[in-house]
Nanobody
Framework: QVQLVESGGGLVQAGGSLRLSCAAS????????MGWFRQAPGKEREFVAA????????YYADSVKGRFTISRDNAKNTVYLQMNSLKPEDTAVYYC???????????????WGQGTQVTVSS
């Protein structure tokens, strides 16, 4: 069982930056693929980024590629999402998620956090 708690969301102007953190409980964090998803009002939850258990492989949605960076610190049981050059269309609730088997871009993850709001003003 893994419990995930996101933090770092907030209100930022377009062009600004935020860093989201997701702290995980449990001693097996390093064995999970970690992902970030987001959900805007009235829209489906969409994939943002994922990182392999070792951090050696990452994958991004086209909409955030070159602007967002996912990373992890297995010693701290934490995954991060550095978001630069933010746009109003990045406004959403951001969720981190953990998955036992393989990196996927669909919301088929085993554990989810409660989400953190990111609002980008124009």
């Amino acid at each position: 069982q893994v419990q995930l708690v996101e933090s770092g969301g907030g209100l930022v102007q377009a062009g600004g930056s935020l860093r989201l953190s997701c702290a995980a409980s449990g001693r097996t964090f390093s064995s999970y693929v970690m992902g970030w998803f987001r959900q805007a009002p009235g829209k489906e939850r969409e994939f943002v980024a994922a990182i392999s258990w070792s951090g050696g492989s990452t994958y991004y949605a086209d909409s955030v590629k070159g602007r967002f960076t996912i990373s992890r610190d297995n010693a701290k049981n934490t995954v991060y999402l550095q978001m630069n050059s933010l746009k109003p269309e990045d406004t959403a609730v951001y969720y981190c998620a953990a998955r036992v088997l393989g990196m996927v871009v669909t919301p088929h993850y085993d554990y989810w956090g409660q989400g953190t709001q990111v609002t980008v003003s124009s």
